[in-house]
T-cell receptor, first 113, second 117 residues
Framework: AQSVTQPDIHITVSEGASLELRCNYSYGATPYLFWYVQSPGQGLQLLLKYFSGDTLVQGIKGFEAEFKRSQSSFNLRKPSVHWSDAAEYFCAVGHTGGFKTIFGAGTRLFVKA | DAGVIQSPRHEVTEMGQEVTLRCKPISGHNSLFWYRQTMMRGLELLIYFNNNVPIDDSGMPEDRFSAKMPNASFSTLKIQPSEPRDSAVYFC???????????????FGPGTRLTVL
């Protein structure tokens, strides 16, 4: 069965520092992978997605993610974090048996001044 | 584009009362999802519809929960009777098929925060 693991429940980084959020998936074929962000009091919003092709994917708000098949990972990165990036981040895998998406447990990002 | 619309945004009710949450998906989207989010259990998929037909309701916790989608532009999630443990934020999301099955992006509404006293 497909699954998504986000090993870090929460992460704290200083404003201006680089960020990497980890995501590991379990799936037998090429997965469809997503990163969503949830700002406080709001619904989830798509940051980026990977289906095929170039393994480095650019998203909104300066985020990027890299698909590494050998490590079953799809880590999210940002070179310089802004205070407004404080939010919860969800990795997700597309379900090829239908329209359902499997979400990870989320990683809450705290940004300190 | 108005996005996914949910109402009410906040609901406070007493145990035993019926609660109805409403969702209007993005026009043209043919899949609709209901999620529940709590601190303890995270984001849980309750049910999803495709072309107004329920496809998978295995996430619906109990018979007290029911969902309908009478047409392409409206869905409801009902809890009857409500209990304190139903307190959560309930999200509705919609999507249209991407380039292949499993590729669709979901667009989430702002959520309904339900408190059952």
């Amino acid at each position: 069965a497909q699954s998504v693991t986000q090993p870090d429940i929460h992460i704290t980084v200083s404003e201006g520092a680089s960020l990497e959020l980890r995501c590991n998936y379990s799936y037998g074929a090429t997965p469809y992978l997503f990163w969503y962000v949830q700002s406080p009091g709001q619904g989830l919003q798509l940051l980026l997605k990977y289906f095929s092709g170039d393994t480095l994917v650019q998203g909104i708000k300066g985020f990027e993610a890299e698909f590494k098949r050998s490590q079953s990972s799809f880590n999210l990165r940002k070179p310089s974090v802004h205070w407004s990036d404080a939010a919860e981040y969800f990795c997700a895998v597309g379900h090829t048996g239908g329209f359902k998406t499997i979400f990870g447990a989320g990683t809450r990002l705290f940004v300190k001044a | 584009d108005a996005g996914v619309i949910q109402s009410p945004r906040h609901e406070v009710t007493e145990m035993g009362q019926e609660v109805t949450l409403r969702c209007k998906p993005i026009s043209g989207h043919n899949s609709l999802f209901w999620y529940r989010q709590t601190m303890m259990r995270g984001l849980e998929l309750l049910i999803y519809f495709n072309n107004n037909v329920p496809i998978d309701d295995s996430g619906m916790p109990e018979d007290r929960f029911s969902a309908k989608m009478p047409n392409a532009s409206f869905s409801t999630l009902k809890i009857q009777p409500s209990e304190p443990r139903d307190s959560a934020v309930y999200f509705c999301a919609s999507s249209s098929p991407g380039v292949g099955v499993g590729t669709d992006t979901q667009y989430f509404g702002p959520g309904t925060r339900l408190t059952v006293l």
